[in-house]
C-alpha cells in the first residue's frame, strides 16, 4: 500500500470514527431504543448512508477508475449458505450486543469499557471462525 493510500485510509477511518460517535451511534442507549423500534433515529441514520454510498458508487461508476485511478471494479458472487449464516450470527450480535464492529472500534477509541468487552468477542468469534475453517 503506497503512503497516499495509507493516509487516506487513516483519515477515512478517523472521520468515520468521528462521525459514529458524533452521530450518538455510538451510544448503547440509541442503538437499543431502534431495535426495540421506540425511536427511529438509527434506520433514518442507515438509510442515509446506504444513499450517500449508492450515489458514491454511481459517481465512481461515471469514472470509472477509483481515487487513486486504479480501475473501478465491484465482484459480484453469488450468495452461499456461509454468507447466510454469517449474515444470522451478525444480526444476533446485533441484537444482543446493540452495536456493530464500526461502532465498537469507536467506542473503545473514546475509552468505553462495553465497547471492549463487545470487541473481544468480535476477535474471539473471528479466532473460532478461523479454527472452523483451517485445512486438516
Not at 27 to 33: F, K, V
Amino acid at each position: 500500500m503506497s503512503r497516499a493510500r495509507g493516509a487516506s485510509a487513516l483519515v477515512v477511518g478517523l472521520l468515520f470514527g468521528f462521525l459514529l460517535t458524533a452521530s450518538g451511534l455510538g451510544d448503547y442507549r440509541t442503538i437499543h431504543e431502534g431495535l426495540l423500534l421506540r425511536d427511529p433515529y438509527i434506520y433514518l441514520m442507515m438509510g442515509a448512508t446506504v444513499l450517500t454510498a449508492a450515489v458514491g458508487v454511481l459517481l465512481l461508476r461515471r469514472r470509472g477508475t477509483t481515487a487513486f485511478g486504479g480501475p473501478l471494479v465491484l465482484p459480484r458472487h453469488p450468495v452461499r449458505r456461509s454468507t447466510l449464516f454469517g449474515a444470522a450470527v451478525f444480526g444476533v450480535g446485533f441484537g444482543v450486543g446493540a452495536t456493530c464492529p464500526g461502532i465498537t472500534v469507536a467506542m473503545v477509541a473514546t475509552g468505553g469499557l462495553y465497547g471492549a468487552v463487545v470487541l473481544g468477542g468480535i476477535l474471539a468469534g473471528l479466532w473460532l471462525r478461523g479454527r472452523a475453517e483451517a485445512p486438516g
